[in-house]
């Protein structure tokens, strides 16, 4: 019985188990490598550094695995964040400047949600669509400044260190395993995988694919809000290029982590090993000296490597 | 090393496995001149593996195959080509956005010009052209039609006019006739002889249709879970009676179960449907009126607007006009989640992508329309399991794990899960499209037994089929739709295959006439 169960969990998260194991490996490797990487100060860095893209790459992998995918998570992080920077800035009110990042964040979330789920336009259109019109927004509210002096209880909030670790670290950490329960054990997680293996099937069972299909949006969107906010905890300034980039630094994580374009397949616990990886590899290439153009090459092959590997296990296992 | 059989194509002591499971224990087989050879047994039972190993698609773990009495070794699909084996598989390898023509001349460098670069187009259609006038088929098929337009009788043709033109001697089809309707297995069975007389090609037939394959095939070998029941046996020394035992291993003395017809015809009524009309013009003001515990058949040639009309009741499309009542009572809005509110089921026709989800595990997919349903949005694993658990005794669902994905059971065990989902929902209705498809005998008396006792606790149930052997054995009713109209009702005294034809088709068949 026991057995049995072992057995299963091994089969099931398999492609998540060898990317933990890769981790694992690369992780000691690097200890000998680097005597700077395996310290608590490196570590706490490298977590601190990932945190942002990591929250974002929950609602990824939800949108990811619905059969999508949210190319506007990055400027939306940059519009949301802008707004939220511009009324703390000028108010010093901090409740009302997070309702605002969050209230904004979901707002694109269901906007993007719309598009797809309700008008049928096909994700990458949708989302980047949003993506241009959120980096054109943040300009043309900000009109190119940035923004920082925010009330100082953000930063004694989300900078304030539990046995040495920040807030938002604990916070990311927390998220994942809250996000990761919705994912396996509520209706729009199960759902969520439904649609993105066979919407027509979900469909005929009575399942609102399409309310499903824009709640995956929204939980990006939710995302986005909360990745804003640990990014001005971080850096306590937003200037219009906040955000650029982070899409597809999140997409990577999840698609590192096992996540399957084709939708229907895909866990967080998988995505977070998918941004460990992700993160530790950059910082290990900085602390070996590596010049830094060279870096993009490093993680790219990474990607294509991870995507191969679980392409080809997966037809052996056919 | 010679073989002692006689035949153009010989296999000899093949042996395939696929994982844990052994799908082919050291069969034989043996092609003789242009003849057509049906390869039957039941799902599972390994004929269409054999089918792909002599096509190149599968390697055997062991034995050999013969072709002329040389040893042959058929590596992938296109050295089978290359020797004049053809396979046409049940999946089409057909490009839908190019037309009949350019469909059959895909990869062959002769209709190119200038250092084989340019399509010449003239080339390409003459010879389609000249194909298709050859077997008579230029009133069936378009050379210029784009192959999405076609019908799936007509792909199939082109599929083995493909064969043809790659001079292919022997022609594997695989499932011929699983998706086409009783005129268009007659055509595709005319063009068969044609070839065989005309043009000496072999066939194998992989089917596990025991009357067709007697309207068709000269020989039959049958094969029961990976092993050799009959090698090459003549047909005409056979029995229908026979050929099922061989498949099943055992006699199935009444497929239909035993039903007291026409019990409920004072029923109350639990459903009507009041001039239903859908939004593309298949279905045309149909009403129609079941009773408690009925089973009721609809049935008509593909395309007749059967499967258009129940997917408007349970409200999967839309329709333009027309209402739907349970027990009396109106549903306002008809919406897929107000049919089951209503406690209507729906089991649609293709499993595999309408009904289940291959991928996700039995117990996900067994109590999805629950998971759906229920308040809570949290899902209990434990229960979902606990119903797989229940269905599978009910059922009798062969089964591993119920965390095993659907993708692991076979066709029969799959409907049996599609069945087990809307059971689930204790429906009083049911509305059921081909529930036998593409599954074997065995099953296929299961899923009537199923049926049947639900009818008796007084489920009502709505059963659309092609098959009309299986409308007339299990139903009260029958509805025949034609050009989406309602054309008839037979109750079970009534019925006959002559009298389901008649109205299926001869107000068509006038119309062609007149033309």
Redesign the interface.
């Known amino acids: 019985m026991k057995n049995?169960r072992m057995n299963?969990f091994f089969r099931?998260y398999r492609s998540e188990l060898s990317m933990l194991l890769v981790f694992v490996i690369f992780y000691i490797v690097m200890s000998f490598a680097s005597p700077a990487f395996n310290t608590k100060v490196n570590v706490l860095n490298v977590l601190s550094q990932m945190s942002v893209v990591a929250i974002l790459a929950i609602g990824q992998t939800f949108v990811i695995v619905s059969g999508g995918i949210d190319l506007a998570v990055g400027m939306a992080v940059g519009l949301s964040g802008m707004l939220g920077a511009m009324y703390m800035s000028k108010t010093g009110n901090l409740l009302v400047g997070v309702l605002i990042v969050i209230g904004v964040a979901c707002l694109i979330g269901f906007f993007n949600g719309f598009l797809v789920g309700y008008l049928r336009i096909a994700a990458f259109i949708a989302t980047l669509g949003s993506q241009v019109i959120c980096n054109s927004l943040t300009y043309v509210l900000s009109d190119g400044n940035s923004y920082s002096g925010f009330p100082r209880m953000l930063d004694t909030i989300g900078n304030h260190k539990f046995f040495g670790i920040r807030f938002y670290i604990i916070f990311m950490v927390l998220l994942y395993i809250l996000m990761t329960w919705v994912m396996s054990?509520?209706?729009?997680?199960?759902?969520t995988?439904?649609i993105g293996?066979?919407s027509?099937?979900?469909?005929?069972?009575?399942?609102?694919t399409r309310k499903y299909t824009m709640l995956c949006y929204a939980v990006s969107g939710l995302m986005v809000g909360l990745a804003a906010l640990v990014n001005m905890v971080r850096l306590m300034a937003v200037d219009p290029t906040t955000g650029g980039g982070l899409e597809m630094d999140s997409i990577a994580a999840s698609v590192i982590g096992g996540v399957s374009m084709a939708g229907?397949?895909g866990t967080l616990p998988g995505t977070f090993v998918g941004i460990l990886l992700y993160s530790f590899l950059r910082n290990a290439l900085n602390l070996l000296g590596i010049n830094p153009f060279w870096q993009g090459t490093v993680t790219g092959v990474v990607i294509i490597v991870a995507v191969l590997a679980e392409s080809f296990a997966s037809k052996r296992n056919k | 090393m010679g073989t002692n059989r006689q035949g153009v194509l010989v296999a000899e002591n093949i042996s395939k496995h696929f994982g844990g499971t052994q799908a082919l224990s050291g069969v034989s087989f043996t092609l003789k001149a242009g003849e057509v050879h049906a390869l039957m047994g039941e799902n599972g039972a390994g004929k269409s593996t054999l089918g792909k190993i002599l096509a190149g698609i599968h390697q055997p773990d062991g034995g050999e195959i013969y072709l002329d009495g040389q040893q042959i070794h058929v590596e992938n699909p296109r050295a089978a080509k290359e020797k004049g084996i053809s396979i046409v598989l049940q999946e089409f390898n057909l490009l839908p956005d190019l037309s009949v023509a350019e469909n059959l001349i895909v990869g062959n460098d002769e209709y190119y010009k200038f250092g084989k670069r340019v399509l010449d187009k003239r080339k390409m259609y003459s010879h389609s052209k000249e194909l298709l006038s050859l077997f008579k088929l230029g009133a069936n098929l378009d050379v210029y039609e784009k192959v999405k337009d076609l019908t799936i009788a007509q792909m199939q043709i082109l599929e083995i006019l493909k064969a043809v033109d790659a001079d292919s001697r022997i022609i594997i089809l695989d499932e011929p006739t699983a998706a086409l309707s009783g005129n268009e297995v007659d055509q595709l069975f005319e063009i068969v002889r044609r070839l065989q007389r005309e043009k000496n090609i072999g066939f194998i037939i992989v089917s596990h249709k025991i009357e067709e394959i007697f309207a068709i095939a000269d020989r039959v070998t049958v094969f029961r879970d990976g092993k050799q029941i009959l090698d090459g046996v003549d047909l005409s020394t056979l029995t229908e009676n026979d050929l099922v035992k061989s498949m099943v291993g055992r006699e199935i003395t009444n497929l239909y179960g035993s039903r007291e017809f026409g019990t409920c015809k004072d029923n109350e009524e639990v459903l009507r449907a009041e001039h239903i009309t859908d939004v593309h013009g298949r279905v045309k003001d149909v009403s129609l009126s079941l009773r408690k515990g009925e089973i009721v058949g609809l049935t008509g040639v593909v395309g007749a607007g059967r499967t258009e009309l129940a997917r408007c009741i349970f409200g999967i499309d839309h329709k333009k006009s027309g209402k739907v009542f349970i027990h009396g009572k109106e549903i306002p809005n008809v919406t897929i989640r107000h049919s089951i509110e209503a406690k209507i089921g729906f089991v649609p026709e293709d499993r595999k992508y309408d009904g289940l989800i291959l991928n996700e595990s039995i117990a996900d997919n067994i109590s999805q329309v629950l998971q759906n349903m229920q308040k809570s949005i949290v899902i209990s694993k434990k229960k979902s399991v606990g119903e797989a658990e229940r269905m599978k005794k009910e059922l009798n669902i062969k089964m591993g794990s119920s965390y095993d994905s659907v993708n692991s059971l076979s066709g029969g065990n799959q409907q049996k899960v599609l069945l087990g989902k809307w059971m689930l929902t204790d429906p009083e209705i049911l509305i059921i499209d081909e529930p036998t498809r593409g599954i074997d005998i065995a099953s296929k008396s299961e899923i009537y037994t199923i049926l049947n006792d639900l009818s008796r606790a007084g489920v009502t149930i709505l059963m659309i089929s092609s098959e009309q052997p299986e409308i007339i054995g299990m139903c009260d009713r029958i509805l025949v739709m034609r050009e989406g109209v309602l054309a008839g009702e037979l109750s079970h005294e009534e019925v006959s295959e002559q009298r389901i034809t008649a109205l299926a088709t001869i107000e068509s068949g006038e119309k062609k006439n007149e033309e």
């Open positions: 049995e299963r099931t054990s509520t209706k729009l997680g199960r759902f995988y439904s293996s066979n027509e099937a979900a469909r005929l069972s009575g399942i609102n229907g397949k």
